[in-house]
């Protein structure tokens, strides 16, 4: 994405600058970027292009101009003493000004179109709870928000919706004024408290040591929730999958599919762990190892589907007759001819109206009995019985379990 930068008018005269990131669509509903104390660096323009990728127009404006304008630190332990240094002159009360002139510079784009939230990090995350109490955002996601304790007389003033990202381990945030916070919003239901333990402050931030990935993932589902319901853009996650679906086992085109896919998705088939990351390589898999090595009488039943902000679970029983050498579930395995059915589970993640990844989950030991590699007189596993049992709960369970009959009912 190149990168554009705009003046914003403050409204003691000045002028500033704010990096603005586009979804390809073009327009839609903004979201105001609050950085840390680090400035809009390349950390901070990174997220702001992940957002418009999400199909926001974001907007971060330098709060630190006022300091330094261009201020840009490295977001890690090597600037931390210079970005503390310069964070002791920055003016709370006059940043929560500048970012509502922000918030008005953004509103007045062509390109946004509908509402606009405020998510904020650290300093920023403060700013963001601020923003909710004194601007006119529609919602307010805040991370770790620093000093957000000196400003509990504002909560009274927030109407709209807001999620709060705390760290169990966090020093700078700990655990008295995360009881606080809990204890200020406990009676407002729109106002949701998420706490990642073993995490530590700026977890969500990939340059740090303190990065955890699994709650950043978790917390950036969370935070994409909050945005879709109050600002939209709503897409129809069930139809988009289906399509993409539908290019894979029906037209049979890996270009095709790709076409429903971000510029960089990645599939990972647990069992087996093939796939592909990044454009290029799992194009390669889709094209020679996936669709043509796919038996051609696969049928998909559907169980259940499950629709989240920015996911679908697809839950269904996955049918072929073993008649290929089928690359990407049985390398190197020659085909038996047997038929086989088996529950099979797809994790699949979106970033805006396009697939991001795929997670794909199955009964690899199912797999094998069926087609004769592995003997379930010798094992705790079953072959086609586990699909049975999926679709109809009243056969019979713990049939592997010799002391099942051990805890009957004495008469």
């Known amino acids: 994405m190149a990168e554009q930068w705009i003046d914003i008018g403050a409204t003691d005269g000045s002028t500033f600058k704010g990096y603005l990131a586009l979804p390809a669509s073009g327009s839609g509903p903004g979201i105001l970027l609050l950085h840390e104390i680090f400035g809009v660096n390349a950390s901070m323009r990174n997220l702001a292009d992940y957002y418009a990728e999400e199909g926001y127009v974001v907007l971060a404006p330098d709060l630190l101009w006022r ?67 004194r601007a006119d955002v529609d919602c307010a996601v805040s991370y770790y928000g620093v000093g957000i304790e000196a400003e509990f007389g504002e909560a009274a003033r927030i109407k709209g919706p807001v999620v709060f990202h705390l760290a169990e381990l966090d020093r700078v945030v700990p655990a008295e004024v995360r009881m606080q916070i809990t204890a200020v919003f406990a009676s407002r239901p729109d106002v949701e408290l998420y706490l990642y ?30 945005f879709r319901t109050f600002l939209g853009p709503h897409y129809d996650l069930s139809s988009l999958w289906d399509k993409h679906t539908e290019l894979e086992f029906v037209t049979r085109s890996a270009e095709a599919t790709m076409s429903t896919m971000v510029a960089e998705p990645y599939v ?3 069992p087996t762990m093939t796939g592909g990351v990044g454009y290029h390589d799992l194009l390669r898999f889709y094209k020679n190892h996936f669709i043509p090595k796919t038996p051609k009488d696969t049928r998909l039943t559907p169980i259940s589907r499950t629709i989240g902000a920015d996911r679908v679970v697809d839950e269904m029983l996955f049918c072929f007759t073993h008649d290929i050498e089928i690359d990407w579930m049985l390398p ?74 051990e805890s009957a009912p004495k008469a």
């Not at 008005?104 to 509402?115: H, I, V, W, Y």
């Not at 073993?198 to 909050?226: Q, Y």
């Open 332 to 405: 190197g395995v020659s085909p038996t001819g047997r038929y086989v059915e088996i529950p099979l589970v797809a994790i699949v993640c979106f970033r805006g109206d396009k697939l991001y990844n795929e997670h794909i989950y199955w009964d690899q030991a199912s797999v094998l009995v069926q087609i004769g590699l592995l003997d379930p007189k010798t094992l705790p596993v079953a072959g086609v019985e586990t699909a049975r049992k999926l679709v109809e709960k009243s056969l019979p369970s713990n049939t592997m379990m010799a002391r099942w009959t």
């Open 197 to 226: 333990p073993g995490c530590d402050h700026g977890f969500a931030v990939p340059e740090r040591a303190s990065f955890n990935k699994t709650a950043t993932l978790i917390a950036h589902s969370r935070s994409i929730a909050m």
């Open 67 to 133: 300091v330094g304008a261009g201020i840009e630190l490295a977001d890690g332990d090597g600037d931390l003493d210079g970005a503390m240094d310069r964070y002791q002159d920055f003016d709370t009360n006059q940043s929560i000004k500048d970012s509502a002139d922000a918030l008005q510079a953004l509103r007045a784009r062509p390109e946004c179109t509908g509402k606009v939230g405020a998510l904020g990090f650290g300093p920023g995350g403060k700013l963001a709870y601020l923003a909710a109490a």
């Open 268 to 270: 990972n088939h647990i």
